[in-house]
């Protein structure tokens, strides 16, 4: 062991320096953001401020809402509170884990910084930090507006907004804290299987829960009143005093009624858990992390998977009505997907959440009656979310697929195949997983919306339109506008070209939306209890080839730009 | 004399996998030691291990007296690792980077800023240095990472395949400069494919093989031991070839 006086002349890396490097790093990246791409800087404002201002307005017509019914708004005010931090609590700690273990175990930085004399405690108080700010804020973004709403319609007194603003700072760091445990826990004690085991495991528990608690608070057999007590009721653990989730809820309360001593006991009841598990957390993880370390990167250099036919196993069979040659890297593409659980864990979570609501909506079709506008209001919002989602997914995950060949260009352009084969592989894989789950999540929505067979069908045969044109999109821009030399898919998702292949997308999404807005509208005095008319089906018919004609177009300039790029 | 890097009965796993079997290696000071092996041999895992990154299963590991795992901090400011793939921070200019690093070893701000100016002439990093690292080659990466590896003038210089990347004149240069750092009485542990570099440059080979070491000495050693007198490559070939069923064997031969 070496003595105390040597251990003091090792030269050690606080975690001032590390922050300073890394706020640099963060001003060069705004700087080169603002000189070399000020459009997409100021794009990427411009939208952020429309998100927030839509959330603002959101809010007010909620608590709008609510106030017209004094009574009722007593109630449920404090109750959407205590609803919103219990989410965030539940997201942000989910959220953070993740973030936790990316850059605790798996980024590059991680072992440069670990073979440095940097104390483990100076590293993970940095990437503590590091992933509340990534992880939260998306908490200023939606609480900001929700406090600026809430205070818009209350005769508030000053101190509400510091407070607030208190209340939210504190609050952070105590999911932050789990979350980071959470992540230390899965690196020293989950074996790979056991954590694909878990996930699985947790995720249909949790979907399980959610579709029993939904079904319970169904409004259909009982009395409005009754519904809405036993409804609270069950919710009542959520403004359970032990939940950090409460103290904020009932500190912001206190803070709009006048009464600052209160909230400020809560504040202080917030900040001091906060520290206290922030500084727990970080000395825990630290004092342990070396292990957790080892254990991590073993369990990578182990990583060993069974061998199959380059086109065989599920990812051959789901291709098998493709050419051989197509069909190998369409398989590939999908292998590369299900054994990316960022990749499919985010379409599951965003058709997860939109089939959970789905299963829900029967509760509203059985008040309301097809004759109204709502009936068919309803199913044009669900085409319209199915729609959005699929747009965010082929925008993120399928744009970069030919960027990411970029350095295997070489074998993809010895192979005896033309680049409009190579894309019409691409688009067979993204249709293949579009097709899937939005064309199956439309038919689930008319099914539990009771909707007669033709119509739809019809919205189904517009919905596998709507997959053509956004799959074609994504991999024909994609191929326009490649980014060979990135490896990161979401850099490549957030370049120019994947900035202007989501604005497209969007656009032919409203486009295809209005189509069937027009139709709906057409259809509101007729109602679903009539067939399929010829009109209808004229518009819809138009509808579907604008989306298959963009597809088209969008793969063949793609096509013929990779022609003519050397490799 | 203390040993630079020390290993004793070092085992190592990856679940059912042995990736590092029972090796023990002494590196004295002042030498320049090439690690040769094949690919999934182990020479990156014992990397990891002395670099204090991953922990043997058994066996101990010593960087200038110190142990890695009870005082791995003080072994670790005596080292610099520069990994087979560099790593720099993307939205940092390279000099950003170095004087991060020059900051993180406690150098002084005249004695960084000697250093610097040396190595940027050495390594011709002029052009490309007050540039962010995101537009840099893989050979200017390697140049900083090395820039940055040499800039506390660590005891052990622990090299994961250092000449990639890098054009003719930096590989005659690098090769100069490993050697001025031994004649300073500095370790430099180098683990590269490139097997002629190993024979001009190293003054001992360590060869392993499916995580045995299965030979250790400088060049007539291992001529020796392989009864040959030909090149590095051909000793190294014979000594692994896969079509020996046992390294013991290949030892033997």
């Known amino acids: 062991m070496p003595s105390s006086a040597e251990a003091t002349t090792v030269p050690l890396a606080g975690l001032s320096l590390l922050v300073r490097v890394k706020l640099r790093a963060l001003a060069n990246r705004v700087t080169v953001a603002i000189t070399e791409a000020p459009v997409r800087f100021g794009a990427t404002a411009l939208c952020i401020g429309m998100v927030w201002i839509g959330l603002y307005f959101l809010f007010r017509a909620i608590f709008e809402y609510l106030k017209q019914s004094p009574l009722e708004a007593a109630v449920a005010i404090p109750m959407v509170f205590s609803f919103f931090f219990a989410a965030l609590l539940v997201m942000l700690t989910i959220s953070n884990a993740i973030l936790a273990y990316m850059s605790l175990f798996l980024a590059d930085e991680a072992p440069y910084l670990l073979a440095a004399p940097v104390p483990p405690r100076a590293y993970v108080a940095l990437k503590y930090l590091e992933t509340l700010v990534f992880s939260s804020w998306s908490l200023v973004l939606l609480g900001l507006p929700l406090m600026l709403a809430m205070a818009d319609l209350s005769d508030e007194p000053w101190f509400y907004y510091p407070l607030f603003l208190a209340f939210f700072l504190g609050f952070v760091p105590i999911p932050g804290a789990i979350g980071l445990v959470v992540a230390w826990g899965a690196a020293r004690f989950l074996t790979r299987r056991l954590r694909r085991r878990l996930i699985i495991g947790a995720s249909i528990t949790a979907a399980l829960v959610i579709i029993v608690f939904v079904q319970s608070v169904r409004v259909d057999e009982l009395h409005p009143n009754l519904w809405l007590n036993n409804m609270l009721f069950r919710l009542n653990f959520i403004q359970s005093a032990i939940l950090p989730s409460s103290w904020v809820s009932h ?29 727990i957390a970080v000395l825990f993880v630290s004092s342990r992390l070396p292990v957790a370390f080892d254990r991590a990167a073993s369990m990578r250099s182990g990583d060993a998977r069974p061998t199959r036919p380059p086109a065989g196993g599920v990812a051959g069979l789901v291709f098998a009505y493709l050419p051989r040659n197509l069909r190998l890297i369409a398989a590939k593409d999908l292998r590369t997907f299900l054994r990316d659980p960022l990749q499919w864990t985010q379409l599951v979570i965003l058709f997860g959440l939109m089939g959970l609501y789905l299963i829900n909506v029967p509760r509203f079709s059985s008040t309301l009656s097809p004759l109204e506008g709502w009936g068919m209001i309803i199913p044009y919002l669900n085409f319209g979310a199915i729609s959005f989602i699929l747009a965010t997914f082929t925008s993120r995950f399928v744009f970069p697929l030919v960027s990411l060949e970029g350095h295997q260009m070489w074998l993809i352009g010895m192979v005896p195949l033309t680049p409009g084969r190579l894309l019409l592989a691409k688009f067979a894989f993204a249709m293949t997983v579009s097709v899937s789950v939005a064309v199956s999540t439309t038919i689930l929505a008319a099914v539990m919306l009771k909707m007669p067979l033709g119509w739809a069908a019809l919205q189904a045969v517009v919905m596998f339109a709507v997959c053509a044109g956004l799959c074609g999109l994504a991999v024909g821009i994609g191929a326009r506008m490649p980014m060979f030399e990135e490896r990161n898919a979401a850099r490549i998702a957030n370049g120019l070209g994947g900035t202007i292949n989501l604005v497209v997308s969007v656009v032919l999404v409203l486009a295809m939306l209005c189509g069937m807005g027009l139709m709906g509208i057409r259809n509101v005095r007729r109602g679903f209890e009539f067939p399929v008319d010829a009109g209808s089906l ?30 | 004399m203390q040993p630079a890097i020390d290993l004793q009965s070092v085992q190592k796993r990856y679940g059912e996998k042995i990736a590092v079997h029972d090796l023990t290696l002494t590196i004295p000071p002042g030498e320049l030691f090439a690690f040769l092996g094949p690919n999934g041999a182990g020479k990156t895992t014992t990397i990891k291990m002395i670099c204090g990154l991953l922990h043997p299963l058994r066996g101990t590991v010593d960087v200038c007296g110190h142990r890695m795992g009870v005082n791995g901090l003080a072994a670790k400011a005596r080292i610099a690792y520069v990994p087979d793939q560099p790593f720099l921070y993307d939205k940092l200019t ?42 840099y080659s893989h050979g200017m990466k390697q140049k900083v990472v090395l820039a940055a590896a040499l800039l506390h003038d660590p005891d052990v210089l622990v090299i994961d395949e250092p000449m990639v990347g890098l054009d003719p004149r930096t590989v005659r240069m690098v090769k100069d400069l490993f050697r001025q750092r031994t004649h300073a009485g500095k370790t430099v542990f180098m683990s590269t494919h490139t097997l002629e ?31 040959t007198q030909h090149s590095l490559e051909d000793i190294f070939l014979q000594l692994t070839n896969p079509l020996v069923g046992d390294v013991g064997d290949a030892i033997e031969r």
């Not at chain 1, 004609?549 to 063949?556: D, H, Q, R």
């Not at chain 2, 993180?104 to 490309?128: E, I, K, N, P, S």
């Not at chain 2, 570099?197 to 030979?215: K, P």
């Open chain 1, 251 to 279: 500190g912001v309360e206190h803070a709009l009624q006048y009464r600052i001593n209160e909230s400020l006991g809560y504040l202080a009841v917030t900040i001091a858990n906060a520290l206290f598990l922030s500084m």
């Open chain 1, 538 to 567: 004229l518009i819809g018919g138009l509808v579907a080839t604008l989306g298959v004609t963009v597809g088209a177009v969008a793969l063949l300039i793609g096509a013929r730009h990779l022609r003519h790029r050397e490799v």
């Open chain 2, 94 to 135: 390279g000099r950003e980077f170095l004087h991060f690093v020059a900051e993180m070893y406690r150098v002084d701000r005249t004695t960084r800023d000697a250093r610097v100016a040396d190595l940027a002439a050495r390594l011709d990093m002029g052009d490309f240095l007050d540039k962010l690292t995101q537009s």
């Open chain 2, 197 to 227: 570099i190993a024979e001009a440059v190293a003054d001992r080979i360590g060869i392993i093989h499916l995580g045995r070491l299965i030979a250790l000495g400088n060049l007539d050693e291992l001529r020796a031991r392989a009864k």
